[in-house]
Every structure is written in structure tokens, then in C-alpha cells.
């Protein structure tokens, strides 16, 4: 039988598409991204929570940009989308339709009952599975309120608070509509599904570039980015972006893959997100035919951090190599050196090889993407007419070798701007130059945080804004964010839920690594992400820890 609100879920969904590619084209102006919301907030209250969220999800790649308003030049619908999700799950949470339809009560007496809710609401929390998690975090909200009041700009504090906490507390929701395994399947599913969109429209522009000048590419894909992130951050990438790597005046540069984000970076630590539900999948699946397409999925999203260009992403894949080591060589490790205790360290030792294996896939497919980048070169070569030479053929090696490289031009540009940042945190130790102000560390106006200054470190960002208590807090919460996804992958009895879990603690502990080169995890599309896929793990697990994972008759996830 089709099931009615998956169908709605579709045409919903294809309809944001539609007017993304309306607006894209030039065919409709950026007004229609008002009836893009609309489908949205419609999506959000008439489906069921679990089909809402997956439906949020799967919309997280297409979510286009207002019209510029006196609040913004370029807002989301996602802001608006997410606040009303919220709102939604509050009433559910809080009863508060089904309080208002009580006929014997009162007005008084409804707000009583409501409160009362409220009330056991907060009784709960720290015996909640989120607490250790959420301590830090709010940890990290009073460092940076404290910081606010040091701010120069302070209208600039309280977006970007507004912005972190406003997805923070999408965490919420998401655990609050996971009940059971089925709920958390169909999640993960979606999540799998938006990767593999991302992932598609990536190598769509990779392809292109056999066929198109990149110059010519340059300024078609302006539309693209007008539709999503609205007319100014076109501007700015018209002159200045991530999307290509340079390797001298002789001959062309070739694309970094960055799909539908605005660069190359934030598309890196998307692929890295999705990888791990790919591979879950592919362990999961029962027919050969199935394992090998999600295999496949999994390879080709290894092959695009490659594509991507971005060197900090391929250096913090050494970070996600040592949590591999330490968990595949525990029995190894010297007690005072086991900062995560492993319980059934030898029920799971398959588990660990397949994870490392999946790992070292990441350098053998070196060679592959040396020899594509190479291909696209050459064709670019003849595109303008002029020969293709044999002497270029490694262009990833000299891509690789150039991080070491001191005074390359990008890494003799992130040296002086950690530099000037030290400096800022020994001249403001306690409060920072205040959260959202950091441009003020370069000597810089408040405003170019909006065309992307920033520590190209997530640590020293965060340390320049809100001082050394804010970067204890947020080194903290990150230790917290690790620890809970390694201690839950130990709960699980189902061994495709430990190694799921694990998967995901090596793609985490590979973005904070990567953390020590640029600040994109607070990209409002990956933050959405990662947000979203925390609270699936820890309700997972919470579930698992109270015998409530699993559904009557422990049928299988829908599909």
C-alpha cells in the first residue's frame, strides 16, 4: 500500500528542487524562495515528526536564500524552518494542544499544567542520556555571553549566538521524535540519501570541467550560489574563492569539488560525515548486489575529500588514523595511556580491521584522483587550444607536498593570521575581542566575518573571541562530543550499531583535527549535520541502555 505522506514528503521535496532550479536559471527571481519556506513549514506540521525530520534533512542540500530584508542580506529558510520544528515538538513535548482542549480547566489552570510539564521537562535532564554533552555546552554559551559584553560589536555577538544555539537546540528535537530502531534507521537513511545528493551534484561539476572552461564554469556556477546563498556571497565568490587549485601560469588550475556549498572545505567534512552511514549500509545489507552499491557510494565519497583540494582535510585524516590505531592496537596500549576504556575488546576485533581497512582506503585512492585531476587538465589544455603536456602528470603529489611548504602562499597567509591571533588572545586572555568580533584581530572591520575572515583554526577562532575560559569550554566540549560517541558504540549489542557508532567516532575525531586548519564546522549546513547526526547516535544509545531500542517484534528499519 503507498503510504500517502511519503508520497507528500516527495512532491514537497521536488517542488523546493524546482524552485531552486527556477531560481538558478534566471526564470524566477529570489521571491520564490518564499514558497520554497512555504513548502517547508508545510512539510514540517502536516507530516508525521519521523517524516518531518527526514524530510528537514533531505532539504538541508537545496534550502535557498531570502530575499535581502532589514534582518539580512542572505538568510536561509532553514532559520525559519528549524525555529518552527522546534515550536511544533515544544506543543507535543509540553501537551499543550491537548491541555488547551481540556474543557474543565481553567485558563489558570491550563498554564498551571503547562508549567508543570516545563517543570518535569527540566527534572529529567541530567538524568538524560544528552547531560554529559549538554553541561559543556552550555558551558560554552555563558563563555560566550560573558564575552558579548566586551564586544565592539555586539549586534554581530548575538546572530552568531543566535545562529550556534538556534542549532543546538535542533538536538532536541531530534531526540525528542526518535523513539526506536526503526525511527533511528529511517533517519539514518535520509541522512545517507542527502550525503548521496551532495555527493552527485559534486561530481556533475567534476565531469563538467572535461567539457567546459573553467572560466567559463567560474561564472556559470555564480548562479548556483545566488540561488543558495543570495546575491552578496555571489559577488564575493565572483573574485575570491576555494574552487580551484593553482599550480603556477603555465598551466591551468584544475576544480576542487565542492558541490552545492560555497567551497571546498565544508564539502570535505560533509563527504567525511556521510561516509559512515555508506559503509554502515554496505555491513548492514544482505544482497551482494546491495553491498557492492553502497560500497561503491562509500569509495566515490573517499575520492571526493581528494577532489576537494583541501589539504587540511587529507592532514586531519592522520588524526582519524591514530583513533583507528588506538582502538585496532588497545590490548597494545600502556594502561596509563588508555584515556578510553574498551570493553569486549576481542568480540569486536572485526569490526576494528574493517574499519581500518576503510581507512587506508582513503591513500590508495591517491593515485586514482592523481589521474583524473590530471585527465581534467588536459582537457582544459585543449580546450584552449594549446598542447598537452606529459610533464604535469602529478598534480595531487605537488598539491600533497605543498603542505609543508612554509612559504607557499596559503600556508604563509594562515601563519600570519595565527600569529596576529596569538596576539589578540594575550592581549584579551580572559575576554576575548567578544564572540562574532574576530575580524577585530586582524585589524579588520566586524563586517568581513561575513566574507570569511576567520583563524583558519577552530580553536584559536574560538579563543580569540571568548578568551581562554571560552576555548576551555569549547576544547571541553569537543573531548565530551568524542568520549560519549566512543562510550556509546560500546552499549549497542548488534554489532552493525558498534561499528556505525565507531565509524562516526574516527569521522569526528577527523574533523577536530581538521579543526586545527579551518573553522567550517560552524557552516550553518554542517553544523545541521552534525547536530542531527550526534542526537540519532546518543538517542540510539540511550534507547539501547533502557531496553526501549528495539521495537515490538524488532521488525526491520523501513527502507
Request: proline residues 3%.
Amino acid at each position: 500500500m503507498v503510504n500517502p505522506m511519503k508520497n507528500l514528503s516527495n512532491i514537497l521535496w521536488l517542488s523546493e528542487l524546482f524552485l531552486a532550479l527556477l531560481i538558478m536559471f534566471g526564470i524566477a527571481d529570489s521571491t520564490m524562495a518564499y514558497i520554497s519556506l512555504f513548502a517547508l513549514l508545510f512539510g514540517i506540521w502536516k507530516l508525521s515528526d519521523v517524516d518531518a525530520l527526514r524530510f528537514y534533512i533531505c532539504s538541508i542540500p537545496i534550502f535557498v536564500a531570502l530575499p535581502a530584508n532589514a534582518l539580512s542580506d542572505a538568510m536561509s529558510v532553514w532559520r525559519f524552518a528549524l525555529l518552527f520544528f522546534v515550536l511544533k515538538i515544544a506543543l507535543e513535548r509540553f501537551k499543550v494542544r491537548e491541555i488547551f482542549r481540556k474543557k474543565d480547566l481553567d485558563f489558570a489552570g491550563k498554564i498551571q499544567n503547562i508549567i508543570a510539564e516545563f517543570k518535569s521537562f527540566l527534572r529529567g535532564i541530567k538524568s538524560a542520556g544528552y547531560y554529559d554533552v549538554l553541561y559543556p555546552t552550555l558551558l560554552f554559551g555563558v563563555a560566550g555571553a560573558f564575552s558579548l559584553l566586551f564586544a565592539q560589536s555586539i549586534g554581530a555577538g548575538i546572530k552568531k549566538m543566535i545562529f550556534l544555539y538556534s542549532v543546538f537546540l535542533f538536538f532536541g528535537v531530534v531526540w525528542f521524535v526518535i523513539k526506536n530502531k526503526d525511527d533511528a534507521m529511517r533517519v539514518l537513511r535520509s541522512l545517507f540519501l542527502s550525503g548521496a545528493f551532495v555527493l552527485l551534484v559534486g561530481y556533475v561539476q567534476f565531469i563538467s570541467t572535461f567539457f567546459v572552461r573553467l572560466y567559463d564554469f567560474w561564472g556559470l556556477w555564480g548562479y548556483v550560489i545566488n540561488a543558495f546563498y543570495g546575491d552578496r556571497t555571489r559577488n564575493l565568490l565572483s573574485y575570491s574563492n576555494t574552487w580551484f587549485s593553482y599550480y603556477g601560469d603555465e598551466i591551468p588550475p584544475t576544480l576542487r569539488m565542492f558541490s552545492v556549498m560555497p567551497d571546498s572545505h565544508s564539502f570535505s567534512i560533509l563527504m567525511i560525515l556521510f561516509m559512515p552511514p555508506a559503509l554502515y549500509f554496505a555491513y548492514a545489507a544482505r544482497k551482494k548486489s546491495e553491498k557492492r552499491k553502497y560500497y561503491f557510494v562509500f569509495l566515490l565519497m573517499m575520492l571526493a575529500v581528494w577532489f576537494s583540494g583541501s589539504r587540511g582535510a587529507w592532514v586531519g585524516w592522520l588524526g582519524a588514523l591514530a583513533a583507528v590505531a588506538y582502538f585496532y592496537f588497545y590490548q597494545k596500549v600502556p594502561g596509563k595511556l588508555q584515556i578510553l576504556k574498551m570493553k569486549n575488546y576481542a568480540a569486536h576485533k572485526k569490526l576494528y580491521k574493517i574499519i581500518a581497512v576503510s581507512l587506508l582506503t582513503f591513500v590508495v585512492l591517491f593515485p586514482v584522483c592523481n589521474f583524473f585531476l590530471s585527465e581534467s587538465q588536459d582537457c582544459q589544455l585543449r580546450l584552449e587550444g594549446k598542447a598537452v603536456s606529459e610533464e604535469n602528470r602529478q598534480l595531487l603529489l605537488r598539491r600533497t607536498l605543498s603542505i609543508s611548504d612554509m612559504n607557499e602562499t596559503s600556508n604563509k597567509g594562515r601563519k600570519e593570521i595565527w600569529y596576529d591571533s596569538a596576539i589578540s588572545v594575550m592581549r584579551h586572555p580572559v575576554t576575548g575581542v567578544g564572540i562574532g568580533n574576530f575580524p577585530l584581530a586582524l585589524g579588520e572591520k566586524v563586517a568581513n566575518t561575513k566574507i570569511g575572515a576567520s583563524a583558519h583554526n577552530i580553536y584559536l577562532d574560538v579563543a580569540v573571541e571568548m578568551g581562554i575560559f571560552g576555548f576551555l569550554a569549547f576544547a571541553y566540549l569537543v573531548w565530551k562530543i568524542c568520549e560519549k560517541l566512543f562510550y556509546t558504540a560500546q552499549k549497542f549489542r548488534e554489532k552493525e550499531f558498534h561499528l556505525l557508532t565507531l565509524l562516526f567516532f574516527v569521522s569526528f575525531v577527523w574533523i577536530f583535527t581538521y579543526g586545527f586548519f579551518d573553522v567550517v564546522i560552524f557552516n550553518d549546513k554542517v553544523l545541521n549535520f552534525a547536530v542531527i547526526i550526534l542526537a540519532v547516535l546518543y538517542r540510539m544509545g540511550d534507547l539501547e541502555e533502557k531496553g526501549t531500542l528495539m521495537p515490538p517484534g524488532g521488525g526491520m528499519a523501513e527502507k
